[in-house]
């Protein structure tokens, strides 16, 4: 079985700290996604990245940023946090058919 | 860019009884129709999907249908069972790196 793991389901940060969301994929997947859901809004792209070290802007890019240094891990960081960012983050990996960790509940106070 | 436009929002139905969720898309150059199910603390699953030379597939209770004239594609859920209540998205890709477009997503309750 794929297996997309994300490193912590709850989170609770301060407004302006750097908050880093870690993902690990177990299937040697070339193409990594990081998502946001809201209620109302389904599921909106933050960033993707195709392989080790490319990134690309999703459609909501702003105020995050990410890193790919190794194939399976893909790493969303907030860099100063704000409340707006209070959400819940989802990774994915895969092709035509994504693979989606549990998720990361993340409230910023 | 595309869009995707997920209805309704939320749907209750009797167990036994029939659902169906629809989608619309904007971008004619869309030809990857998944449909995820997320069920409560989990993160979505993909259940069924269709590419553009379909019109409909079908795995055991659950359908999809594709009419790309008029740009919508629908999930059928026959024979409802209470653990079929979940979130259900829509999505639609035009096989840009993978990249899909997900609709608002619709709360699917099935009452014993």
């Known amino acids: 079985d794929v297996k997309v793991t994300q490193s912590s389901r709850y989170l609770v940060k301060r407004t302006g700290e750097k908050v880093f969301l870690e993902c690990v994929q177990d299937m040697d997947h070339e193409n990594m996604f990081w998502y946001r859901q809201d209620p109302g809004l389904g599921l909106r792209l933050i960033y993707f990245s195709y392989d080790v070290k490319m990134k690309e802007k999703g459609d909501i890019p702003e105020g995050y940023s990410v890193s790919r240094e190794k194939k399976e891990r893909f790493s969303l960081i907030l860099e100063s946090a704000s409340t707006n960012q209070t959400s819940m983050y989802l990774c994915?990996?895969?092709?035509?058919?994504?693979?989606f960790g549990a998720g990361t509940r993340l409230s910023v106070l | 860019g595309e869009n995707v436009e997920q209805h309704p929002s939320t749907l209750s139905v009797q167990e036994g009884d029939s659902a169906v969720i629809k989608c619309t898309y904007s971008d004619s150059a869309s030809n990857y129709f998944p449909w995820y199910k997320q069920e409560l603390g989990k993160g979505p699953q993909l259940i069924i999907d269709i590419r553009s030379n379909v019109g409909e597939k079908k795995d055991q209770r659950i359908a999809v249908t594709l009419n790309k004239t008029a740009k919508h594609f629908s999930l059928h859920i026959t024979e409802t069972q209470p653990e079929d209540s979940a979130v259900y998205f829509c999505a639609a890709s035009n096989n840009q790196g993978g990249k899909l477009i997900f609709g608002q997503g619709t709360e699917l309750s099935v009452k014993p």
């Open positions: 994915a990996s895969g092709l035509d058919i994504q693979y």
